[in-house]
C-alpha cells in the first residue's frame, strides 16, 4: 500500500482499490468507479472498510488498520491500529501505531508499507503534502 497526502487529504492506494479521506471520503473500485461517503458511520467497498466518527477514520486495506486523526478527534480509537496519520504526533501516539505519520515542509513524497513489513518499534514517517 502506497500512502500519501495530496491538498491535505490522505491518499491510501492498495493493490486493488484506493481511497481518499480528508473533507469526506472516496473510496474507489478496481473498475474506476467511486464510493463516495459524507457522513459518520460504517461503510465497506471494494475490499476496503471504514468507520468514521468525530475527527477520527479507521481505514481497514490489505490486511492493514490506517487511523486518520483530524484536530479535533475524540474518542481515539481502543482496537489495534498499525499506522496512524495525523498533523499532530503526540496525539497520533497514543493510538499506539506501529508507524506515525506526520506532514513538514522536508520528507518523501509518498510511504510504501505492506502488512509483513511493519516495524517492530514505533516509526516516525515525515511526508509532504502536496
Not at 11 to 32: H, M, N
Request: a negative charge; one cysteine or more.
Amino acid at each position: 500500500m502506497d500512502i500519501s497526502i495530496v491538498k491535505g487529504k490522505v491518499k491510501l492506494k492498495g493493490k486493488q482499490a484506493s481511497c481518499e479521506v480528508g473533507g469526506g471520503a472516496v473510496i474507489t473500485r478496481p473498475d474506476g468507479s467511486n464510493f463516495a461517503i459524507d457522513g459518520l458511520g460504517e461503510f465497506e467497498a471494494a475490499g476496503i472498510s471504514m468507520v468514521i466518527t468525530i475527527g477520527v477514520t479507521v481505514v481497514e486495506i490489505e490486511g492493514m488498520r490506517v487511523c486518520i486523526l483530524e484536530e479535533n478527534a475524540e474518542n481515539l480509537p481502543t482496537d489495534s491500529i498499525d499506522i496512524t496519520v495525523s498533523t499532530n504526533l503526540e496525539l497520533a501516539k497514543k493510538t499506539d501505531p506501529w508507524v506515525v505519520i506526520t506532514t513538514g515542509s522536508e520528507g518523501a513524497p509518498k510511504y510504501s508499507i505492506t502488512k509483513d513489513k511493519l516495524p517492530s518499534d514505533l516509526q516516525v514517517v515525515v511526508l509532504t503534502s502536496k
